[in-house]
């Protein structure tokens, strides 16, 4: 899994593979930055 974060309203998203756009603002996926998470 990877959390995507939108970058207009810094809601994260999280989703295999990249969503095409935000659920919460509907901002578009060139907005949705991908956050790397270290494995634990
Ligand atoms: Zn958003």
């Known amino acids: 899994?990877?959390?995507?974060?939108c970058e207009e309203c810094g809601n994260s998203v999280e989703s295999?593979?990249?969503?095409g756009k935000c659920k919460s603002c509907g901002a578009l996926k060139d907005k949705l930055i991908k956050?790397?998470?270290p494995k634990k």
């Not at 295999?16 to 969503?19: D, G, V």
């Open 16 to 19: 295999r593979c990249k969503p």
């Open 35 to 37: 956050q790397e998470q």
């Open 1 to 5: 899994m990877a959390v995507y974060k």
